[in-house]
C-alpha cells in the first residue's frame, strides 16, 4: 500500500537529509565549542497539537532552546565586560611597573648606585612601553563595534 500525500502534507514536511539527522550539539550540549553556526533542521519547527490550541508539542522545547539561547548571550555580554576590564587593567599594572621602577631608580641615584639605577631606568621604560603598546593594541580592539547591549 502507498500512501499519496496531499499538496499540504508536501508543503509542511520536507524531505529529510542525513545531515539533519545528526545530534545538533545546540541541543545535546549548549556549552559546546563552535556552536555559533548551528542551526535547528526545519522539522523542530512543525508545530503539531496534540492537546488542543494551548498545548503545543514544540512549545517546551522552544522555551528551553530560546532560554540557552539567552543564557549563552548573557555569558558573552559578561565576557565582553570582563575583557574590557582586563585591557584596563593591564595597562594600568603596567604603568603602576613603570612608576616602581622609576621610583626605584630615584632612590639608586641618591644612594649614589649608578648600575642600580641604569638597570632601574631601563626597567620602567620597558613598563612604559609596555603600557603604550598595550594601549595602542586595546584601542584598536575596542574600535570595533561589538554590540552587547543587542536584545
Not at 499519496?4 to 509542511?12: M, N, R, V, Y
Request: charged share 20%; proline share 3%.
Amino acid at each position: 500500500m502507498q500512501l499519496e500525500p496531499g499538496q499540504a502534507q508536501l508543503q509542511k514536511y520536507n524531505p529529510l537529509l542525513c545531515e539533519q539527522l545528526k545530534i545538533s550539539t545546540a541541543v545535546g550540549d549548549p556549552n559546546a565549542w563552535g556552536q555559533w553556526n548551528e542551526f535547528l533542521a526545519w522539522y523542530w519547527s512543525v508545530d503539531v497539537n496534540l492537546g488542543g490550541p494551548n498545548h503545543s508539542r514544540n512549545e517546551e522545547f522552544y522555551q528551553v532552546h530560546w532560554l540557552q539561547a539567552k543564557a549563552l548571550r548573557d555569558r558573552w555580554k559578561e565576557e565582553i565586560e570582563l575583557v574590557q576590564l582586563e585591557m584596563e587593567w593591564t595597562c594600568n599594572f603596567f604603568l603602576w611597573k613603570a612608576a616602581k621602577w622609576g621610583d626605584q631608580m630615584q632612590e639608586s641615584l641618591v644612594k649614589g648606585l649608578p648600575g642600580h639605577a641604569c638597570y632601574s631606568g631601563r626597567q620602567s621604560h620597558m613598563y612604559s612601553l609596555l603600557a603604550q603598546d598595550a594601549q595602542a593594541a586595546f584601542q584598536e580592539l575596542q574600535s570595533v563595534s561589538i554590540d552587547a547591549d543587542d536584545e
